[in-house]
Every structure is written in C-alpha cells, then in structure tokens.
C-alpha cells in the first residue's frame, strides 16, 4: 500500500519569499510518480508538477520545483517568489506506474497562506 | 477547452436516501475517476472507469456504484446515505491508461442531514 504523510497542517509565508511544503511517501514498490496539485477555496485540484521515479534530475514547472530525495522517501515542493494568488490548500500524492493500479493516493494537505 | 464538468455542485439530502453525481471528462479524456474529500482530509479514491467497465475501485461499500457511458461520462450513485457520506466528491478524468494528466473537476459538494 502507499502512504503520503504531510507534517505541515499549515504555513505563512510573506509575498515574494520562497517556501517548502514537506511530503514524505512510503512504497514499496520501485515504479511510481509523485505529484503536487493546489486546491484554492472553489474546490477544484490544479495539476502543479510530477516527478517520476526513475526520473534524476528535480522537476521544475515555472515558480515550482518538486526537491525529489528517493533515499529519504520525500518529495518536497519549494514555490519560489510567493505571490497572493498562491494561498491555498496544497495536496501531494502518489501513483504507481505500471500493473493494475491507477489510483492517486493523497496526504492530508497543507494551507497555505501568503502575507502581503 | 472544456475541462471537466460536474454537476450539481451543492446538493442536500436526508440520511437514507440515494443520491446521483454527474461527471463530464475533458475532451478526449476517456478515463474517469471518482474521489471523495471529507472536510479536512485528502482526496479518497473510490473507482475509475475506462471502457465503461469499472477498472480499479478503492475500499469504499457497495453502497457507492457507478456507471460509465459511451461517450465517457459517468455518474457516481450512492445509496442509503449516511451522515459521514458528507464530503465533496471529485471526479478527475484523463486518457487511457497513464497515470498523468489528471484533469479534476471542481466538485459535488454533498451534505447529508
């Protein structure tokens, strides 16, 4: 089974700043992606980056890097240049690659709150 | 391009009754899934549907079935509700068999009383 574990029930951070929002994950098995979706107060979850396993460089999509550490099972998204606009719940999940599942299975979140 | 529609977007309903989720995937999306977030708390997965068979189902009771049509919609019906069926409920769709490019719509917003 996949686990995600998000320790940050909350974060502030000032507008402009840069921030980090913890994932750690736990699989045992070899092939999966790990991704990040924003969920602002309407509900709906934005796609924000994905990070395969096999994949050795960190991805990076604009204002968003994933800090990939396979070793330590964690999967860190850093938002460079916080902006209002970014205050939001912010989900990180799983999925294996391959085989008969097809599920994202998804921590708990962290809200976000940018200070002007 | 439209994304992914749901509908209603809020609904009320009594504990036992039944209840019926629409979902409309993305275009050229062919795949459907169906989560639920309780209030504070991750998305769940319940099932998906590909080739309106369903493909994959979470640890969710029969009471929650679902139904696939030929032009990839779906609806996600619940029966005899119970208060803890509260939640938003998401449908996400994407294409065939990946697992990226999930699209998520913005949600049911159930609440049982």
């Keep these: ?116 | 391009d439209a994304g992914v529609t749901q509908s209603p977007t809020h609904l009320i309903k009594t504990r036992g009754q039944q209840v019926t989720l629409r979902c409309s995937p993305k275009s050229g999306h062919d795949t459907v899934s169906w989560y639920q977030q309780a209030l504070g708390q991750g998305p769940q997965f319940i099932f998906q549907y590909y080739e309106e068979e369903e493909r994959q189902r979470g640890n969710f009771p029969d009471r929650f079935s679902g139904h696939q049509f030929p032009n990839y919609s779906s609806e996600l019906n619940v029966n005899a509700l119970l208060l803890g069926d509260s939640a938003l409920y998401l449908c996400a769709s994407n294409s065939g068999t990946g697992i990226y490019g999930y699209t998520f719509g913005s949600g049911t917003r159930l609440t049982v009383v």
């Design chain 1, 1 to 116: 089974a996949q686990k995600i574990t998000q320790t940050q029930p909350g974060m502030f951070v000032q507008e402009k700043e840069a921030v980090t929002l913890d994932c750690t994950y736990d699989t045992s098995d070899q092939s999966y992606g790990l991704f990040w979706y924003k969920q602002p107060s309407s509900g709906e979850m934005i796609f924000l980056i994905y990070q395969g396993s096999y994949d050795e460089q960190n991805a990076t999509e604009g204002r968003y890097s994933l800090n990939f550490q396979k070793a330590r099972k964690s999967a860190n998204l850093v938002i460079s240049a916080s902006q209002l606009g970014d205050s939001a719940m912010y989900f990180c999940a799983m999925s294996l690659v391959g085989g008969s599942n097809y599920k994202l299975t998804f921590g708990k979140g962290t809200l976000l709150t940018v200070n002007p």
